[in-house]
């Protein structure tokens, strides 16, 4: 019998990963990754041109580029059945009717690249948000500067020239799609939840002319199409080889953690962390929480949302910073070492986790970070720890939403590959979040996640529950919650939510920001 593969490809923010997994095994029998050429652009693009402050762009040809290594390295004289893609979002960009980026065309022009997610379009988001509307109704009566609206909003108001050359404006996972099958097939969880998509369509009269450079989306595990016939020249890649409409990444790895079902809490921990709440039935937005679709993450139910704009990144930053070895590992290695042997709050310090702005309850991506506590017997493995609890009490200000409006949940999982590699960061979140922790056991769960969408699409499975049982994890980690340490950091959250309610201190760190921009010019 002739071997069959689904692959998956994970399109993170520094570079993609792709996954081969063999269809009657379930086993991963390749992987590879790609980092893109350009990076993040935040300073100057690929030709010197400096960027404004707030900027964080991409080269989607980089996307390209990484798709082609890694299906030719996985699927070369393969038999593929599926393909499935995970993206980070939002991360939308301009292109033309065919499909081509506009980048290429204006090369020195910086809004015509990609605006990715950690690119802050605040003062559009606010603009709309005033305005306010019933699209608002399923995002807490506002939009972020991280989404597609106030994206769009900015390429019209500040390089209407190149507006007006956009045919299409696409998040980068549904313009890979369209790279791969010839076909622009647009997926519902970016169009609910970056551009506040409903049953009625997109929110209109926000952008000029924003609505036709749009399309109807497809609810998740829908065939975009089937890999054109340039690209299986170009892979050498065989078979029926289906791809799925693309999904948000955060979303993507439920299926891949067994998450399909009502009742499951999910927290991906990456750069940024996304928390994902599922339920068979629609009920009301919680206060706070970024957002709801139906059929946008997984079929037949509702996904409610929410995230930090900085998780991963706020232990990279100060590691980065900070370093205790001769590489991060080693610095991490250390700083985990130390604060595992520290008392809850040991160093009297709590820190807000807003250092990449703030998603949950506020939605502004103006605020930042904050140590408070410092002293001069203050050490550098306090910081650390009083970081790592910040971050847990984000999380936990996220459940806590879900759980005061009624969404109380039967499970809660955490994945990524920072939930596996940091075991302390998980210990201190089941403590502070009173509540046992499920970590799958499963390499590359993104990227199989995206697999998974493409064996639905490709019929290689009947649903996403077999898909899970075929291909996902098949064991998990379980770390309950240490009654002492619980019982200790109800002081610290206290207050760090009496320091995040605080109106004035908000205020503050937005005057920092004035000051930051006027000294830019």
Not at 81 to 101: H, N, V
Not at 107 to 129: F, R, T
């Amino acid at each position: 019998m002739t071997k069959s593969y689904i692959v998956g490809l994970d399109f993170g923010s520094e570079s993609a990963r792709g996954v081969l997994i063999d269809t009657a095994t379930g086993a991963q029998v390749g992987s590879h990754i790609h980092a893109y050429r350009s990076g993040i652009m935040t300073r100057i693009l690929r030709d010197g041109t400096p960027l404004p402050p707030n900027f964080a762009l991409q080269d989607a040809d980089d996307y390209v580029e990484a798709a082609f290594e890694i299906l030719s390295r996985l699927g070369r004289g393969r038999l593929v059945e599926g393909i499935g893609i995970g993206f980070t979002a939002s991360s939308p960009l301009p292109a033309l009717s065919d499909g081509t980026p506009l980048s290429r065309l204006y090369p020195h022009e910086p809004n015509a690249y990609v605006k990715l997610w950690k690119h802050n379009a605040q003062s559009y988001a606010d603009a709309i948000n005033a305005r306010g509307g019933p699209f608002l109704d399923n995002f807490g009566g506002r939009v972020s500067g991280e989404w597609l609206l106030a994206k769009a909003a900015q390429i019209a108001t500040e390089a209407p020239q190149t507006w007006a050359a956009t045919e299409r404006f696409i998040e980068g996972g549904d313009w890979l799609v369209w790279q791969l099958t010839g076909r622009e097939a647009r997926g519902l969880g970016f169009a609910a939840y970056k551009a506040q998509y409903s049953a009625s369509g997109y929110p209109a009269g926000l952008v000029d002319g924003l609505e036709e450079r749009l399309s109807t989306p497809l609810p998740v595990g829908s065939v975009a199409g089937p890999l054109s016939q340039e690209w299986r020249s170009r892979t050498g890649i065989q078979g029926s080889a289906i791809v799925a409409v693309a999904v948000i990444d955060s979303h993507v790895v439920l299926p891949a953690i067994g998450a399909t079902a009502s009742g499951c809490f999910v927290g991906a921990l990456g750069t940024s962390a996304a928390y994902l709440y599922l339920d068979a039935e629609p009920a009301s937005l919680p206060a706070g929480i970024e957002g709801m679709a139906f059929d946008g993450s997984m079929r037949n139910l509702w996904c409610y949302e929410a995230g930090q704009a900085s998780f991963g990144d706020t232990l990279g930053w100060f590691v980065r910073t900070f370093p205790r070895g001769a590489d991060m590992a080693e610095s991490f290695g250390t700083y985990n070492g130390e604060a595992a042997e520290l008392a809850p709050a040991a160093g009297r310090l709590v820190a807000l986790d807003w250092w990449g702005g703030n998603r949950v309850p506020f939605a502004d991506g103006n605020l930042a970070g904050l140590l408070v506590g410092m002293t001069r017997e203050t050490t550098a493995a306090e910081i650390y720890l009083a970081l790592m609890e910040s971050l847990c009490f984000g999380t936990r200000s996220v459940l806590d939403l879900f759980t005061g409006s009624g969404l109380v949940p039967d499970r809660v999982l955490m994945t990524s590959g920072l939930a596996r590699a940091n075991p302390l960061l998980i210990q201190i979140m089941a403590d502070i979040l009173r509540q046992p922790i499920e970590v799958p056991q499963i390499e590359n769960a993104t990227a199989v996640g995206a697999a998974i969408h493409g064996a639905v699409a490709g019929g290689v499975v009947a649903d996403y529950a077999e898909g899970a049982a075929r291909f996902g994890a098949r064991a998990m980690t379980h770390t309950v919650p240490r009654p002492a340490h619980a019982d200790a950091y109800g002081d610290a959250y206290r207050i760090y939510r009496e320091l995040g309610g605080q109106s004035g201190l908000r205020e503050s760190m937005h005057a920092l920001r004035r000051l930051r921009a006027a000294q830019h010019g």
